[in-house]
């Protein structure tokens, strides 16, 4: 029954007007659509902002261990630095140790050369203690053969006599054809053979005593060649030391030369060092010759003041003494004189006394006059030591107050952005949940028409919500 009439209303309607109703529908959902996907994008700025912000604080965070690190490393050098400095030797020990180094390393230099030519001459005599053993070998050698060759001749029997004795003419053939003819013979051959195994002899020490020489020449020419090896070394190094210090002297050179122009920069027009000091020491003899003439016209000023009293109270006297005369000259009698001059007396000891305490007062009043003006400039110092002291005192507060205003307004920027993104999320979150929600298809097509409206009412709300917020968030 609900179906035929539901059919019955749909009947009864216009087409035109359910077509129209669809597409304001459709327009609707598309611009909610819209509005959510603009909504999810200042959401995903948001959370940009807040993660960068993150970052930030994480990175203030970092260089502020690493300040804190560095600190750390700072005090523990410092400290170890104070350690081994009182643990350090001093100067005079450690010159007097380094002169001890140099005094050792030039007694060792001399040890060295001490054992190379002890060396050298160990050398030379063993050389020639083997000459000397060779000679002997050979003229042992020589005696054995000698001694053989005296053996062989002693062992024959030939008469010497016979030797010696001249042969007759006719007897000559008979001569040459006797044993003692071939005994001669024999006897000038052996004596040749005897010459000609010295002479062997002598060749043979002559080669032994040239490879000799020559071993030692080879021997001198590997020390030769050491020591240039050694030599060559050395100039290396110090090649490389003479490298390394003109490097280091150089960057020291670049170095002082960039401090000099910094100095020249920082010191240019002011005045040397020696002007200085002139302009100081004539600045404090000025002060000390002040100091004096200061005390000299104070003198004076008094001598001053002595003498002006002493004018006035010579020309008052003078004045009273005038009208005394004057008065005299009257011809009155003597005890009005008598009053007159005591009253004189005491009138120039009351007209003194006034002078006098007029003049102190006068320079009381100039002294006084003199202090109220340093008074006055110490107190327009003092007044403007103040004001500097409370332009410097304003200008910190307000510093202070900038700084803490600023910290309030991060801060509730901060809450302002924590509370945007948690109502963001909740809006997005409301609206996946709206945006999940369609109608019961099971249900009428009336029933899931209202059920429809009810949803995209409920999304116009939470759209309108969404856009208020944006607004207020873009205020």
């Not at 007694?107 to 054992?115: H, R, V, W, Y």
């Not at 170095?255 to 910094?262: E, G, H, K, P």
């Not at 000259?329 to 008598?338: C, E, F, L, S, T």
């Not at 120039?348 to 009043?365: G, T």
């Amino acid at each position: 029954m609900l179906r035929t009439s539901t059919t019955g209303s749909i009947n009864d309607d216009n087409p035109g007007s359910l077509s129209r109703k669809i597409t304001v529908l459709e327009m609707k959902e598309l611009n909610e659509r819209q509005r959510a996907e603009y909504a999810q994008k200042l959401y995903d700025q948001q959370r940009v902002t807040l993660r960068q912000m993150e970052d930030r604080n994480l990175e203030l965070e970092h260089k502020f261990s690493e300040l804190t690190r560095m600190n750390l490393e700072m005090q523990r050098a410092e400290r170890e630095l104070r350690d081994e400095l009182a643990y350090s030797v001093p100067r005079t020990v450690s010159d007097a140790d380094k002169r001890r180094i140099s005094e050792l390393e030039g007694a060792e230099i001399q040890a060295k050369q001490e054992i190379a030519r002890l060396r050298e001459i160990s050398e030379v005599a063993t050389f020639q203690v083997g000459a000397v053993n060779d000679m002997k070998v050979l003229d042992e050698k020589e005696f054995q053969s000698l001694r053989l060759q005296l053996l062989d001749l002693q062992s024959k029997t030939d008469d010497k006599s016979e030797i010696g004795e001249p042969i007759p003419e006719n007897l000559k053939l008979s001569f040459y054809q006797s044993p003692v003819f071939e005994n001669s013979i024999c006897v000038i051959f052996q004596f040749a053979t005897c010459k000609l195994h010295r002479h062997i002899l002598s060749l043979q020490i002559s080669e032994a005593t040239a490879k000799r020489k020559q071993l030692q020449s080879d021997n001198d020419l590997a020390k030769q060649k050491a020591i240039l090896l050694r030599a060559e070394q050395k100039l290396d190094e110090k090649e490389q030391s003479l490298f390394f210090i003109r490097q280091e002297y150089t960057q020291r050179i670049r170095y002082l030369r960039t401090a000099l122009q910094d100095y020249r920069h920082k010191y240019a027009g002011a005045l040397p060092l020696r002007v200085q000091e002139s302009y100081a020491k004539t600045m404090v003899d000025l002060r000390n010759g002040k100091k004096q003439l200061d005390l000299e016209m104070k003198k004076l000023a008094d001598q001053k003041f002595d003498l002006e009293t002493q004018m006035a109270s010579y020309e008052f006297k003078h004045k009273s003494l005038e009208e005394l005369i004057a008065t005299l000259k009257d011809g009155q009698g003597n005890a009005r004189v008598q009053k007159m001059i005591e009253w004189q007396q005491k009138l120039e000891k009351v007209k003194l006394n006034e002078l006098r305490h007029i003049r102190l007062n006068k320079r009381l009043e100039t002294d006084n006059l003199h202090l109220t003006k340093v008074v006055h400039q110490l107190e327009i110092n003092v007044t403007e030591l103040e004001e500097e002291n409370v332009k410097f005192e304003k200008e910190i507060e307000e510093r202070q107050l900038i700084w803490e205003h600023r910290e309030l307004e991060m801060e509730r920027k901060i809450d302002q952005l924590e509370k945007e993104h948690n109502d963001i999320a909740d809006a997005a979150k409301r609206f996946e949940e709206a945006s999940g929600n369609y109608p019961d298809p099971s249900l009428p097509v009336a029933h899931q028409l209202e059920q429809a409206l009810r949803i995209i009412r409920e999304n116009i709300h939470l759209l309108m919500e969404a856009k208020i917020q944006n607004q207020l968030v873009g205020k």
